[in-house]
């Protein structure tokens, strides 16, 4: 089955610097995957989707010169937090299908980022 | 007005009864669906697709109602193990972007 891979799983960061989180298809090629958001008690909320070899769509409200994203390869995106911040600290989850015409989406593990 | 709703709960259910739960979606043109399941401070998991003539997995069970916007999920003989919280997404469009609802808060007990 498909098999995504989130890295790292949890990160503590002071105020001001950046984090980079690995999401990566291990057994598919993913063209598309996605970057989620989810504040305690709340949905999942996507941020945006990234698009191998080229740029990423950003939803509305996310600001993308904060929340770099690169998908550089078949199989893995990364998601940069730069200058994070207090309000910053929160689950940050990945996903991608094997095959998007069953819309089957495998998420990674979910990274905890707490901004100190 | 949230693309995807529903109730938060808690649902408090006895060990071994039925419990079912509803989710509306507003984009009309929503072509598929699923439930996940998201155990606490963990990723969401997949539970099961929704198919428009209803489908059954086990104790589960899912329903769609495309004329009043809606999707159900049944959990028959609860488990303990079945305390969870449950999402109810929505695929928008073409891409594949998904909408999750917020998740309705189920609790079995002994």
């Known amino acids: ?116 | 007005r949230k693309e995807v709703e529903q109730d938060p709960g808690p649902f408090n259910v006895p060990e071994g009864a039925t419990v079912a739960f509803n989710c509306t979606y507003s984009n009309s043109a929503s072509q598929s669906f699923f439930w996940y399941r998201q155990d606490c401070r963990k990723e969401p998991k997949l539970l099961m697709s929704v198919y428009s003539s209803g489908n059954e997995d086990g104790r589960f069970t899912a329903q769609l109602n495309r004329a009043s916007q809606y999707i159900s999920l049944l959990i028959r003989d609860s488990k303990l193990s079945d305390s969870a919280t449950y999402l109810c997404v929505a695929v928008t469009d073409s891409w594949g972007k998904l909408q999750f609802g917020a998740g309705t808060q189920v609790v079995v007990t002994p």
Request: with cysteine; hydrophobic share 35%.
């Open chain 1, 1 to 116: 089955g498909a098999v995504v891979s989130q890295h790292p799983s949890r990160v503590i960061c002071k105020s001001g610097t950046s984090v980079k989180i690995e999401c990566r298809s291990l057994d598919f090629q993913a063209t598309t995957m996605f970057w989620y958001r989810q504040f305690p008690k709340q949905s999942l909320m996507l941020m945006a989707t990234s698009n191998e070899g080229s740029k990423a769509t950003y939803e509305q409200g996310v600001e993308k010169d904060k929340f770099l994203i690169n998908h550089a390869s078949l199989t893995l995106s990364t998601l940069t937090v730069t200058s994070a911040h207090p309000e910053d600290s929160s689950f940050y989850i990945c996903s991608a299908s094997l095959n998007r015409a069953n819309y089957g989406y495998t998420f990674g593990s979910g990274t905890r980022l707490t901004v100190v």
